[in-house]
C-alpha cells in the first residue's frame, strides 16, 4: 500500500496543461497501457490525440533502428512547431521532428546528451521577462549574462562574504539562486544586499575516516540581537547602476512565511508597474506583527509610505502566494487582511492610502489570488468554507467585482479543486476530487461554463488489489464545539470484531498540518501501509493549523507546547467511542520535525494517554530552532521576573523525566533545518532523569534522511508491531521501491 505501488495503479488522473498559442494546449495522460499525448482546443472545445501515436512509433522506429510502441513512446515531452505543423522531441539519444501531415520523422543535428552543465547554471540563474539576459551571483555580486552571445556583465561591485547581493542563504534555506524581481522591460532588477556580517554561526561535522568536516552558515536563532537584515535596492541593467531604497535595513521577513522568497526563487513582497518607474513592497517587521507598505521611486530611492497594518500575534497574507497586489493602472493597492477573523481581500487608494471598500467577506476564508483582470476589474480567487455542507478545507474557485459585487462560484462540484488558469485568463483546467473520491478533470472557461471533459481517474486496477480509501471523519475539538476534519485508515481485511490499537499521526504546524493535501491520494505517506499491520490510523487537522479562521489558527499563538494534542486526544476518544474496534488503551503517536516535537510532547505531557511515540527531527527546543519560526508563532524572546524566558515551557527536555511509555528519537546528524541539538538536548534530559528510550541517528543525513528514508519507515512500522501489537516483526524487512514505468518514460 505505499505509493511507490500503488500509484502505478491509477490511470487517466492528471492532467497538466502545456500552453500553446491561442489558447491551446497539450497534455499527457498515463493509461493502464502506457501513455497518450491529447491536444485541446478550447475555442473549439475539442480534445484529439495531439498526434498519430501509431505512426510516429513506426516512423521512429524504423528511423532510429529500434523498437517502440504507440502507448510506450520513449519521451514525456514534446514541443510544438509556431506554424503548429510538427513537433520535436528527443529519444534514442538524438532529437527528432515529427511532421503532423506527412507522418514522417527527422533526425535533427542536435545530439542529445546526459551533460547537466547547462541545467546545474541555469538553476542558478533568473531570467528575465524577455528571455534574453540572466541574472546569477559570482563573489557575492550579482552579474547578468546575455543568453545569445554569453558576454557576462558586473552589475553590482561591493558585495563581500556576509553582505552579498542577492543571496538566497539566511537560516536553514540555502542555494545559489539569485533572488530578484525583474521589472517587466527586463532594464531593473530590485533585490537586496543581506547583511549577516554579525549573524551567529550554526555548526555541523561530518562522520567519515579521518577528521570531519565542519560545516558552518549563519543560522541566526531567537532573542540574537543580530538577525539578517536586507538593505533594498534597484540595479539599472543596461548601464549598470545600484540606486538604495531610502529607509533602514529590514528584518529578512516576508508576509507570506518564515524567507522573502518562499514561493519560489523570485523577490518575494515586491510589484512593479508597466514602465518601471515604482516599485510598491512590503516591509515585515521581525515578529510578523507589523506590515508597511511603500511605493519606490526607481529612479532615486524616494520612498512613500501608503499605510500599515498591525496585529496583535502575526500577519499572513495567505497559503501558497502573496496575495496582495500593486494596481499602477488605477493607483491602487489590493490587500489581504485576516482583521475580521476571516482571510478577505480590501482595496485602497495608492495616493492616499484609504481603504475604498472590503471585497470579500463573511465566514470563510481566501487562500489564493490566482488572476486580477485590471480592465474588467474582477478577481479570480481560491477560497474554501463557504460552500455550507461541506469539508472548509476544499478549495474552489470563484470571481468577484473590485466592489464585491458579483460573487460567483466558479467549480460548484463538491470536493477539493485543483485549478490551472490560461496564459490569456479566459480557460482553466479544473481537477477535482475528494480523499475517497478520485480526480475528474474538466476545461471550463472563466465564465463558469463548462467546455470539455477532459480526463476522469480510473482506480479499477488499484482496487482490484484490496485497495480502500481513507474514512473522512469529523469530531469535536478540545472545546467541545469546533468542528475538526480528519482521516481515518484502517486494515483492508479489517474485522469489527477485535480490537486495533490506534496511531496518531501528527503535524502541529501551524504552517501547515497533518493532512497532507485533501484531493485524492493513493498512499498518503505510508498512513495505509501501516493500517495494514494491524492499526487503525488516524490524522485530524487539529486547531492552531491554517486554512480556517484566524482565531482558529491563533489558537496555539505564544504556546506551540500544546501541539493541537488536547485536540488529538479528544477526538481520538471520539472515533474510539464510535467505533468500538479502536482501542484506545493502545494510542501511538508518531511525526516529522514539528510533528516529532509534538509526539515528545506527547509522551511528556500526556504519559497516561499516550503508550508509544515516535519522534523524528523534532524541534524540540525553539531557542535552538531558526529566529524566524519561533519568533513568528511565538513572539519575541523575553525574560520574566523569574529569569526564564517565555520558551522556556515549551521546551521538551524540560518534561523528559514524565516519560512513561515507548520512545524512539531519531534524528540526522546533518540537519541544517533542524539541527541535531534539538533531539541530543532531550537525550541528554532523558538519562539525567534515567529514562529508557530508544535512538535511531543518521550520521551524515539531513532533514528527511535521504536514502534512509525507508530504513526508517521500516524502524517505525517496528516500533509499533513491537511494542503497541506486541508482535515480532520479520527481522530487517526491506522496503524496495519501484518506479511507475509509464512515468519513467
Given amino acids: 500500500m505505499m505509493g511507490y505501488t500503488t500509484s502505478s495503479l491509477i ?118 521577462p524577455d528571455g534574453k539576459r540572466a541574472a546569477f ?67 555541523l561535522v561530518t562522520t567519515n575516516i ?91 530611492g524616494e520612498l512613500r509610505e501608503v499605510f500599515q497594518e498591525t496585529v496583535a500575534t502575526q500577519f499572513e497574507s495567505g497559503q501558497g502566494s502573496s496575495n496582495w497586489r500593486f494596481l499602477a493602472a488605477s493607483n491602487e493597492i489590493l490587500w489581504y487582511s485576516e482583521r475580521d477573523n476571516w482571510g478577505h481581500l480590501y482595496l485602497y487608494d495608492a495616493t492616499t492610502g484609504k481603504l475604498k471598500n472590503q471585497i470579500t467577506k463573511g465566514d470563510w476564508t481566501i487562500t489564493r489570488l490566482l488572476k486580477v483582470d485590471e480592465k474588467n476589474r474582477t478577481l479570480y480567487f481560491l477560497a474554501g468554507g463557504r460552500e455550507q455542507g461541506r469539508n472548509p478545507y476544499f478549495s474552489h474557485l470563484y470571481k468577484v467585482k473590485f466592489d464585491g459585487k458579483g460573487l460567483t462560484l466558479l467549480t460548484p462540484e463538491d470536493g477539493n479543486h485543483q485549478v490551472a488558469l490560461s496564459p490569456s485568463g479566459r480557460y482553466l483546467v479544473d481537477t477535482y476530487s475528494k480523499q475517497d473520491v478520485p480526480p475528474v478533470i474538466v476545461l471550463r472557461n472563466t465564465e463558469g461554463k463548462l467546455v470539455a471533459n477532459l480526463e476522469k481517474a480510473d482506480i479499477s486496477r488499484l482496487t482490484a488489489t484490496g485497495w480502500k480509501p481513507p474514512t473522512p471523519i469529523v469530531v469535536k475539538a478540545k472545546d467541545g464545539q469546533t468542528d ?56 485530524i487537522e487539529g486547531s492552531c493549523n491554517p486554512l480556517r479562521s484566524k482565531s482558529f489558527h491563533d489558537m496555539c499563538y505564544g504556546n506551540m507546547a500544546e501541539n493541537t494534542l488536547p485536540d488529538q486526544i479528544t477526538g481520538m476518544k471520539q472515533l474510539a467511542a464510535k467505533y468500538p474496534y479502536i482501542d484506545i488503551d493502545k494510542a501511538g503517536i508518531w511525526g516529522h520535525s514539528g510533528g516529532g516535537y509534538a509526539t515528545a510532547a506527547a509522551l511528556f505531557r500526556f504519559p497516561e494517554f499516550f503508550k508509544v511515540g515516535i519522534s523524528e527531527s523534532g524541534n524540540h527546543e525553539n531557542r535552538n530552532y531558526e529566529d524566524d519560526w519561533g519568533e513568528r508563532y511565538i513572539g519575541l524572546l523575553t525574560t520574566g521576573p523569574d529569569g526564564k524566558s517565555n520558551y522556556e515551557a515549551q521546551a521538551n527536555q524540560n518534561y ?44 551524515n543525513s539531513r532533514h528527511g534522511y535521504g536514502e534512509y528514508s525507508y530504513y526508517m519507515t521500516r524502524r517505525r512500522w517496528d516500533y509499533f508491531v513491537k511494542n503497541l501489537l506486541g508482535a515480532t516483526p520479520p527481522q530487517e524487512y526491506e522496503l524496495k521501491p519501484k518506479q511507475d514505468t509509464r512515468s519513467a518514460m
Fill in 656 to 699: 523528559a523525566k514524565n516519560l512513561k511509555g515507548k520512545l524512539m528519537l531519531a534524528h540526522g546528524m546533518m540537519d541544517d533545518n533542524v539541527p541535531p541539538y534539538n533531539t541530543l538536548l532531550v537525550v541528554e534530559a532523558l538519562n539525567k532523569a534515567n529514562k529508557d528510550y530508544d535512538l535511531v541517528i543518521f550520521p
Fill in 210 to 300: 579521518g577528521k570531519p568536516k565542519l560545516e558552518a552558515w549563519k543560522y541566526p536563532l531567537p532573542g540574537d540581537k543580530e538577525i539578517a537584515t536586507i538593505h533594498r535596492v534597484i540595479i539599472e541593467v543596461d548601464n549598470p547602476k545600484v540606486i538604495r531604497l531610502k529607509l533602514p535595513p529590514d528584518p529578512h521577513r516576508g508576509t507570506l512565511c518564515d524567507d522573502i522568497s518562499c514561493a519560489g526563487n523570485e523577490f518575494g513582497d515586491v510589484e512593479w508597474n508597466a514602465d518601471a518607474s515604482r516599485l510598491a513592497f512590503v516591509s515585515t517587521s521581525r515578529d510578523h506583527k507589523e506590515e508597511k507598505v511603500y511605493i519606490a521611486d526607481a529612479a532615486t
Fill in 11 to 128: 490511470d487517466h488522473a492528471s492532467v497538466r496543461p502545456n500552453w500553446l498559442s491561442n489558447d491551446r494546449f497539450w497534455y499527457r495522460v498515463l493509461t493502464a497501457q502506457g501513455s497518450e499525448f491529447v491536444l485541446v482546443d478550447p475555442a473549439r472545445g475539442s480534445k484529439a490525440p495531439a498526434f498519430d501515436h501509431q505512426k510516429l512509433a513506426a516512423a521512429l522506429s524504423a528511423a532510429s533502428g529500434e523498437k517502440f510502441e504507440a502507448s510506450r513512446l520513449p519521451f514525456s515531452t514534446i514541443t510544438f512547431s509556431p506554424d503548429g505543423k510538427s513537433i520535436s522531441f528527443s529519444a534514442a539519444r538524438k532529437s527528432w521532428s515529427y511532421n503532423l501531415e506527412t507522418n514522417t520523422v527527422a533526425a535533427n543535428n542536435a545530439t542529445v546528451t546526459t551533460s547537466t552543465t547547462r541545467s546545474g547554471r541555469s538553476n542558478a540563474m533568473s531570467l528575465s
Fill in 484 to 539: 475538526l476534519y480528519g482521516l481515518m485508515f484502517t486494515p483492508s481485511n479489517l474485522d469489527p470484531n477485535k480490537k486495533y490499537p490506534i496511531v496518531n499521526y501528527v503535524y502541529p504546524g501551524p504552517q501547515g498540518g497533518s493532512i497532507r493535501s485533501w484531493s485524492f491520494e493513493v498512499a498518503n505517506g505510508d498512513n495505509q501501509a501501516l493500517a495494514e499491520l494491524g492499526f487503525v490510523v488516524v490524522a
Fill in 137 to 203: 551571483i559570482r563573489n557575492y555580486n550579482l552579474w547578468v549574462r546575455d543568453m545569445e552571445t554569453s558576454k557576462e556583465t558586473q552589475l553590482t561591485t561591493d558585495g563581500i562574504k556576509n553582505f552579498g547581493y542577492a543571496t538566497d542563504n539566511a537560516g536553514w534555506k540555502r542555494s545559489e539562486s539569485p533572488i530578484v524581481a525583474w521589472s517587466p522591460d527586463s532594464k531593473k532588477i530590485a533585490t537586496y544586499q543581506q547583511d549577516e556580517r554579525n549573524v551567529s554561526d550554526m555548526y
